[in-house]
Structures are given as structure tokens and as C-alpha cells.
């Protein structure tokens, strides 16, 4: 649909949720993929489930908060890949607690992950699109990196973050012809990190995804399909004037 056959992408975070359902869209426009993910069970499983005749799908197991692991695994699938024309910045957590709470391992492994891990990634991938004068970025923040949220302080901020370097990133190398773009999903139900996230809410007494889908004005939560086509469609030569942009994706949920 999106003519992405034979482009080479990397998806961090892949094994679950939203990172495998990016994973799989981008095999089912041709790409060959490869994941990079701490959970090598699942990543395996997930490359199993998603290959396709004439699609490569490559591992690499790694912390993104790790920069020896990232370096080290970004090298892997390189060599087993070739050059990168697709990055995709998925790999992230959540940890909740109000900012007078919250533990302060909490709050850094937020940023290790969420900001860090972004930051390492992208400096293993990006020179080589400069150098190429070719290439498309994706980074995964949130609709919570638009609004501060209540219990959510160290999420928001780190979703903040992923769309101002978003911002930033795609001035620094649109000049070389990369284009960087986030994504900020709303309500997105399916995942680990949701089914996590409802059980830390029910015990807090906070508001189900169920209930709060009701407000929405599609009167649905998202799926991590709805965010891969997103991905799909600023990965192609469709949005090749589309940079520097956070794509809300949350059924109405948030407009701004």
C-alpha cells in the first residue's frame, strides 16, 4: 500500500504491544525489520509470527538504556540488514506515582528508558541516514507528552521530552534529507504496558480504560494497529513534506 518493499527498518521495543504491531505493518509493506528488545522469549516469538516470504525479520536483544547494548546490538542488525532506512523509536515504560511520591529509581528509570534509551538509539542509526542523505525516523511519545496528567509526572515529562528532541532532530538533519517525526498515542488498549498500567490504576481507585473510553469522541480506545498504520504512512514517500510533527492518534481525546 505504501510502496516500502526492500527498505531496511529497525523497531525498538518490538516484542509487545505497539513496537510488534509497527513491527508487523512495516514486514507486511516489504520491509525487512529488525527488533531490538530486552525480552528475548517474546522477541522471538514475535519474528516467528510476523515474517513473511521474502521479508527478513533480525534480532537483537538489548536494554535501550544501555549504551554498550544498543551499540552493540544496532552493529548486529546492521551487519545482518544493511543500512537502516527506517528507524523506529518505540521502546518505553511507565511508571506512575504523583511527584511528591514517586520513588527516585522510578522517576530515572523513566528517563533512562523513555529519553535515554531514544537518545542512544538514535546516535547508533541517524549519522549513517546523514551520511546516506536518506532516512525516516518515527519516535513513539504520547498524548501525555502534550498535557501533564495527574499520578503521571515522570511519564508526561518524559514524553515531553521525545517531542521536543522530535522537534529538534528534524531541524539539525532535514537539510540531509532524514525526516523526523513522532507519534503520540492516546488511549491504547491490548499492550503489556496497558494491562500493567489498569492494574496499578485499580489499586490507586483510578478510572478504568473501559470507563474512560466512554468520553472519547470516537467512543472507542485504540488498538496498536491504529498507531502501525500511522507509522506506515510517515515511513513513506506519501509524507515525504511531513517533519518535525507529533501526530496525535487518540480517537479525538486530545486535539492540540
Known amino acids: 500500500m505504501y510502496a516500502l518493499e526492500g527498505r531496511r527498518a529497525i523497531v525498538t521495543g518490538a516484542a509487545h504491544g505497539i513496537g510488534r504491531a509497527i513491527a508487523a505493518r512495516l514486514v507486511s509493506e516489504g520491509c525487512q525489520v529488525g527488533i531490538f528488545d530486552q525480552d528475548a522469549a517474546a522477541a522471538q516469538e514475535t519474528a516467528t509470527a510476523i515474517a513473511r516470504q521474502g521479508c527478513t ?3 537483537a536483544i538489548g536494554n535501550v538504556a544501555s549504551k554498550a547494548e544498543v551499540e552493540s546490538g544496532i552493529a548486529s542488525l546492521t551487519s545482518e540488514l544493511g543500512s537502516v532506512d527506517i528507524l523506529v523509536n518505540n521502546a518505553g ?22 529519553v535515554d534509551g531514544l537518545f542512544h538509539v538514535t546516535r547508533s542509526v541517524v549519522p549513517g541516514m546523514v551520511e546516506r542523505r536518506s532516512g525516516v525516523v518515527v519516535n513513539i511519545a504520547s498524548w501525555m507528552g502534550k498535557a501533564g496528567v495527574a499520578q ?6 518524559s514524553k515531553f521530552a521525545i ?5 529538534t532532530l528534524a531541524t539539525e538533519v532535514g537539510e540531509y534529507g532524514v525526516r523526523v517525526n513522532a507519534i503520540a498515542p492516546g488511549l491504547i488498549v491490548g499492550t503489556r504496558m496497558r494491562e500493567e498500567a489498569e492494574i ?3 489499586a490507586k481507585g483510578l478510572e478504568s480504560a473501559e470507563s474512560r473510553a466512554r468520553s472519547i ?3 472507542r480506545a485504540g488498538a496498536p494497529e491504529d498507531v502501525a498504520n500511522t507509522v506506515a504512512f510517515l515511513c ?21
Do not use: M
Open 57 to 59: 525479520v533480525r534480532l
Open 93 to 114: 515504560i511507565l511508571r506512575s506515582g504523583k511527584l511528591l511520591d514517586i520513588s527516585e529509581r522510578d522517576w530515572s528509570e523513566t528517563f533512562r528508558v523513555n
Open 152 to 157: 503521571h509526572g515522570a511519564y508526561c515529562a
Open 163 to 167: 517531542v521536543a528532541l522530535t522537534q
Open 200 to 202: 496499578d490504576r485499580r
Open 217 to 219: 469522541p470516537l467512543r
Open 236 to 256: 513513506s514517500d506519501q509524507a515525504t513534506y511531513i517533519t518535525g510533527e507529533t501526530v496525535g492518534i487518540t480517537g479525538g481525546l486530545w486535539n492540540d
